[in-house]
């Protein structure tokens, strides 16, 4: 990003006031059966400048004003400049690996409706006007996600880490790394609550290693839990690694159908000026991920 022009519309990053939260082939984390134990880190994170602009508009916010762009521009170029010191590096040469900031884990949040035949859609309510609004509500009511990106260790069925494994897999470049969605809810409760047990004592669920146990399958609920510091980051081959093929994914955490409201009035057979198709992806994403 080098307009430091941002968006803070759609980034959770477990802070105590984000609690409430109102398409690609990818490989994304699913839970099969129940006791089903992954072991894995989330790691998907913002850049340094984008958290201190963040933390510029929320302070501006709590005053009730707002943060110039100036001002946003400002805290995010200083928060870059000190990583650059930090790697002997100018700000030409911090890759973009280089301006992640590590130190808190960030969801993207967004709405989405399910209709049978249609699959899932991501929802544009509120986005496009009254008249497109009036388009999105005859489809079911929107129901609100959070995604993110797991690193996924190599593990017994225990879920107890293989040491050897991942180490060839950090030298061979085949790391496994899954998108994680899931429905705001209990799951995300857990997690926000560990977050905030952590940040109590200073630490972040971002550095640890974290065990999920499939507890319903219908439903897609797991267990979240801590298990120890993150093993990812206590070598700097082995989070250099992570990060560069991380950063790569994170454009393509897209888990439904994006549909303009023109294509979702040719769904519905409402009449329209507009050529355009309205259909961004080029496949029903293998039937919308198989209705997750």
């Known amino acids: 990003m080098t ?7 759609d980034d959770v990053s477990l802070e105590p006031d984000q609690k409430s939260i ?3 082939n ?4 699913k839970f099969t059966h129940k006791g089903q134990i992954v072991r894995g880190a989330f790691v998907y994170f913002q850049t340094l400048d984008h958290n201190a602009a963040a933390a510029i508009h929320k302070a501006a ?16 170029k200083a928060a870059l400049a000190k990583r650059a010191e930090e790697l002997g590096k100018s700000l030409d040469q911090l890759s973009p690996a280089d301006k992640l900031d590590v130190r808190q884990a960030h969801f993207k949040a967004l709405r989405g409706h399910y209709q049978e035949g249609l699959g899932y859609v991501e929802s544009r309510l509120g986005k496009d006007g009254p008249e497109a609004d009036a388009v999105w509500r005859r489809l079911p009511e929107p129901k609100s996600y959070l995604v993110t990106l797991v690193l996924v260790y190599p593990t017994d069925d225990e879920g107890n880490l293989q040491g050897e494994q991942f180490a060839q897999q950090i030298k061979s470049g085949k790391l ?6 899931f429905a ?5 409760d857990q997690i926000w609550k560990t977050q905030n047990s952590l940040r109590q004592e200073g630490q972040s669920i971002s550095q640890k290693d974290i065990l999920f146990e499939c507890d319903n399958t219908q439903y897609k609920t797991v267990q979240v839990s801590t298990s120890g510091p993150a093993t990812w980051l206590k070598a700097d081959a082995s989070r250099n690694a992570v990060l560069n093929a991380a950063v790569t994914m994170y ?3 897209k888990p439904f159908r994006q549909m303009t409201t023109d294509g979702l009035r040719q769904h519905f057979g409402i009449a329209t000026g507009s050529s355009d198709s309205g259909d961004i ?6 039937d919308m991920l198989d209705s997750v």
């Open 281 to 286: 992806s080029s496949s029903d994403f293998q």
């Open 61 to 76: 916010a709590k005053q009730g004003k707002k943060a110039t762009k100036e001002e946003l521009a400002m805290a995010g």
């Open 22 to 24: 109102t398409r690609s």
């Open 26 to 29: 990818l490989d994304w984390l």
């Open 3 to 9: 307009d430091f022009d941002y968006d803070f519309s």
């Open 184 to 188: 705001e809810g209990k799951v995300y």
């Open 176 to 181: 496994v790394l899954k998108p994680w969605r």
């Open 251 to 253: 454009d393509k955490l």
